[in-house]
């Protein structure tokens, strides 16, 4: 029976690399001179350090801007508080989502049904999995979730006949 899986998933070599260029980018700006402006990765957490708001701002456009010339969706990015260190220095924590959440999930699984489609969709872990018996159903479907969900990007992998 043809399926496919519908993930929400940023490619992390593309992050990382996106994140050199931020570094090199802020390591060689006039406005970044003497300052310790910098952005650090642990696994799927992002931590920029400035030394105010202003500068913290500017890390993150730079990021930003990184990120879609390396093609990485921007709505992977969920932006913590900011937080005070030593000084004036501030940090904020940045996370990159992984995987599609319970309640999107829900939504997913909410929208086929509604859809009329005759598709199935079922909740599998981070992924959604919808399977059907024609490959046209599975590329409505396909369709259907590009339209209707916006709030995070969606890959549809395994597409299997």
């Known amino acids: 029976m043809p399926s496919f899986d519908v993930m929400s998933e940023a490619s992390l070599v593309e992050v990382r ?10 390591g060689n700006r006039f406005d970044f001179k003497g300052s310790n402006a910098r952005i650090e ?6 931590t920029a350090f400035a030394d105010d708001d202003f500068k913290l701002d500017q890390v993150r456009d730079v990021l930003v801007s990184k990120f879609a010339k390396r093609n990485v969706d921007v709505r992977f990015l969920e932006h913590g508080d900011i937080q005070k260190i ?3 220095k501030v940090k904020q924590v940045i996370t990159i ?7 999107l ?3 997913i699984v909410r929208l086929v049904k509604d859809s009329k489609i005759k598709v199935q969709a079922s909740i ?3 992924t959604v999995r919808i399977t ?3 490959r046209d159903d599975l590329q409505a479907a396909i369709a259907l979730l590009k339209k209707e969900v916006t709030e995070v990007p969606l890959s549809f992998d395994n597409f299997r006949d």
Do not use: T
Not at 41 to 46: M, T, V
């Open 105 to 107: 999930a829900k939504k």
């Open 17 to 26: 690399n996106a994140l050199d260029q931020a570094n090199k980018e802020i």
């Open 124 to 126: 599998q872990g981070d």
């Open 86 to 88: 030593s000084g004036d």
């Open 97 to 103: 989502k992984h995987g599609v959440s319970g309640d």
């Open 41 to 46: 990765q642990k696994e799927r957490e992002l």
């Open 132 to 134: 059907g018996a024609k």
